[in-house]
């Protein structure tokens, strides 16, 4: 919007009577120059990889372009000078983890900043899911490889959306991406939906790579279910080293308690007290990590329902 004849005024909401306006005119006109890419609404930018910065600037004038990983402090010159009408120019991007990275223009002949990007996002290194893949079809409680490619990623993180990324549920912190392959035990929920994502320091707005949907079938127990159409079904992993996933169904919202008792019937951990849930599948994950080898049992209590499930402990 560009106007040299600009008023505001004030009017009372009820009435739409002008209570008063701009003593006088105001002018609106377009910045002189902004930096379209990279910019906030971007998908995340690899280090090391080339790109472009993109521009838009109402002055002809000589330009360079510098970088800071911070948007705060510490730039560094990223581009070569150049005219401001070409509009567009390559650059390779720094290898840092930043959520807040942001470029500038600067005029050659003035040193000043002429427009500066807004924050970006940057991962210093890249990862690529190629397991599970399209259309893949996985069997509840069996094992599967999550697999990956990657280049200067030390860790990462993964997580499990069981309805095509509307909710995520973790799988493992800190997974060494040397390993190439993680051995995953496909969670009791069957779904064509199914998604792994890779993140950076177990944050969201940081994904490495996600796969595409895939499909989780098989059989779930009549004993998993009881007539009332609840279900409890048995924890995933069992046996489990320090985490297992415990998963439920509720026919309707409910109030639930789940309560872990070593053999001894001592209570060791409470996942759930009276907590309420929406209708539908559920997931929490039990850490084990503090308690001893051997057999633990999960209760189960939603309204009049009680169902136990029996897991074990191996380090």
């Not at 069996?142 to 549920?169: E, I, P, R, Y």
Request: charged share 20%; net charge negative; hydrophobic share 40%.
């Amino acid at each position: 919007m560009r106007s040299t004849e600009c008023l505001v005024r004030l009017v009372d909401a009820a009435t739409l009577t002008e209570i008063d306006r701009s003593d006088n005119w105001f002018a609106i006109v377009p910045s002189p120059a902004e930096i379209t890419r990279p910019a906030t609404q971007d998908p995340v930018y690899f280090g090391g990889n080339k790109d472009m910065i993109r521009w838009d600037v109402a002055e002809s004038q000589m330009v360079r372009f510098e970088f800071s990983e911070n948007g705060d402090g510490n730039w560094i010159a990223v581009s070569a000078p150049v005219s401001s009408d070409a509009k567009e120019i390559a650059w390779t991007i720094p290898v840092v983890n930043s959520k807040t990275a942001r470029v500038r223009m600067i005029n050659i002949e003035t040193n000043n900043v002429v427009a500066i990007s807004t924050p970006f996002r940057v991962l210093a290194g890249r990862l690529d899911l190629t397991s599970p893949r399209v259309n893949d079809v996985l069997t509840i409680g069996k094992k599967t490889n999550v697999c990956w490619t990657h280049n200067n990623v030390t860790k990462f993180d993964l997580q499990f959306s069981a309805d095509g990324g509307a909710s995520w549920d973790g799988i493992e912190n800190g997974i060494i991406a040397l390993k190439a392959c993680y051995d995953w035990t496909v969670p009791s929920v069957k779904t064509q939906k199914g998604l792994v994502r890779a993140i950076w320091n177990n944050d969201p707005d940081m994904e490495y790579d996600r796969t595409e949907s895939f499909t989780i079938d098989g059989f779930l127990s009549v004993n998993d279910m009881n007539g009332d159409g609840f279900a409890f079904f048995p924890p995933v992993p069992n046996p489990f080293d320090d985490h297992t996933q415990i998963i439920f169904r509720l026919p309707f919202d409910e109030r639930v308690t789940i309560t872990v008792y070593n053999a001894a019937g001592v209570r060791v951990a409470q996942l759930a007290s009276e907590k309420p849930f929406a209708a539908g599948l559920h997931t929490l994950t039990f850490d084990g990590s503090g308690l001893s080898d051997g057999m633990y049992f999960v209760h189960f209590n939603a309204g009049f329902v009680n169902l136990t499930r029996a897991v074990v402990r191996v380090k």
